[in-house]
């Protein structure tokens, strides 16, 4: 059972090393003009659709499951308004830290997540870690690129990014043996960072993936909560 979370998580954190690597590529490869800039909000809009997928499919029905109205409302908005008050603070900070936060915010809390359901229902804690793999993908693709960008060395985020794939099954390991015995702290967990993930879907992401003029964009996010829903009904 342990060494299946170990395998689930280290899944979902891996992407972030992989995401890195083929954005290295994809700098060194692709000449810069619209086709790179294209191939970029397109990847960052079917990582947006992958999110929301898993905001719609496990997060939030976990939450619905466990908790009451108040307290289910309460844990939502105290993520979003978190998330809000973070995206601020970082906004006023230098690009390098902006971004290796924003990835953390999220990954951090579902990996705890996914840990703490894996004693109790494998089957989501399966399809959790498909949607934190799949996200941190693309994720992982624009935030190397950004700090390759705002002045890290290649060397310097690849040993970052390495330190984040592990990141994620050390999550992991904390709520399976912290959390799986308190369901409902479980889903205010979920339920908190729903909240956050939503605020900056909407404030960061989307917005950012826009091309004018553009429709793949808006097709690639639609294909990746399609992927979400091949997962939910798979498993």
Avoid: W
Wanted: no cysteine; net charge negative; charged share 10%.
């Amino acid at each position: 059972m342990l060494t299946k979370l170990i395998l689930f998580s280290g899944f979902a954190g891996i992407t972030v090393l992989i995401g890195g690597i083929l954005a290295n590529y994809f700098n060194h490869h692709i000449k810069e003009g619209y086709l790179k800039y294209e191939i970029t909000h397109t990847l960052m809009s079917f990582g947006a659709g992958i999110i929301l997928s898993a905001l719609a499919l496990v997060l939030i029905p976990k939450g619905m499951e466990e908790l009451e109205l108040m307290p289910m409302v309460f844990s939502f908005l105290f993520g979003a308004v978190l998330f809000m008050f973070i995206d601020q603070y970082l906004a006023k900070q230098s690009g390098q830290v902006a971004t290796l936060l924003a990835m953390m915010m999220d990954f951090v809390p579902e990996s705890i997540a996914l840990g703490a359901v894996f004693a109790i229902e494998p089957q989501m804690a399966t399809l959790l870690a498909v949607f934190i793999g799949l996200q941190n993908l693309p994720e992982a693709f624009n935030s190397f690129r950004d700090l390759v960008q705002s002045g890290f060395t290649t060397r310097k985020t690849l040993l970052i990014f390495v330190f984040l794939s592990f990141l994620g099954v050390i999550g992991a390991l904390i709520g399976h043996f912290f959390l799986s015995d308190y369901p409902n702290l479980t889903a205010h967990l979920m339920t908190f960072a729903s909240g956050g993930i939503l605020y900056l879907l909407i404030q960061d992401i989307i917005p950012e993936s826009k091309l004018e003029k553009n429709y793949l964009t808006s097709l690639g996010a639609t294909l990746g909560f399609l992927v979400g829903i091949v997962g939910e009904k798979l498993l």
